[in-house]
């Protein structure tokens, strides 16, 4: 019910801004949340937005990364700037909220990769 895009190739200090659509099937989306996963690592909070845009980061992207929404396009974006290698990874986003026949749903999109080069 996610699908998210945006990810790329970009050199250190660049930006790219990733987003997550949400597709027909929902009716609304709740809270959401841009995860990411490097390598041989665990999957790590990045960032998330409630449903009255109340967001918060993780220590490590704060100021450079900025989470965002459109309700009625049922987006939700994730700006990145002043990347860093250490930002390498496939981000996802997860999302909870209802459908269009009224279920509550929390799901997740596909990963997109993102490579910072030195």
């Known amino acids: 019910q996610l699908q998210a895009s945006g990810g790329g190739l970009v050199k250190a200090g660049g930006s790219l801004r990733l987003s997550c659509a949400g597709t027909?099937?929902?009716?609304?989306?709740?809270?959401a949340t841009w995860y990411r996963q490097a390598p041989g690592k665990q999957r790590e909070l990045v960032a998330s937005?409630?449903?009255?845009?109340?967001?918060r980061y993780a220590d490590s992207v704060k100021g450079r990364f900025t989470i965002s929404r459109d309700n009625a396009k049922k987006m939700v974006y994730l700006e990145m700037n002043y990347l860093k290698p250490m930002d390498t990874a496939v981000y996802y986003c997860?999302?909870?909220?209802?459908?269009?026949?009224?279920?509550?749903?929390?799901?997740w999109g596909n990963g997109t990769l993102v490579t910072v080069s030195s």
């Open positions: 997860n999302a909870d909220g209802v459908t269009r026949q009224f279920r509550a749903f929390d799901s």
């Open positions: 027909a099937l929902i009716r609304s989306i709740n809270t």
């Open positions: 937005i409630t449903s009255d845009s109340s967001t």
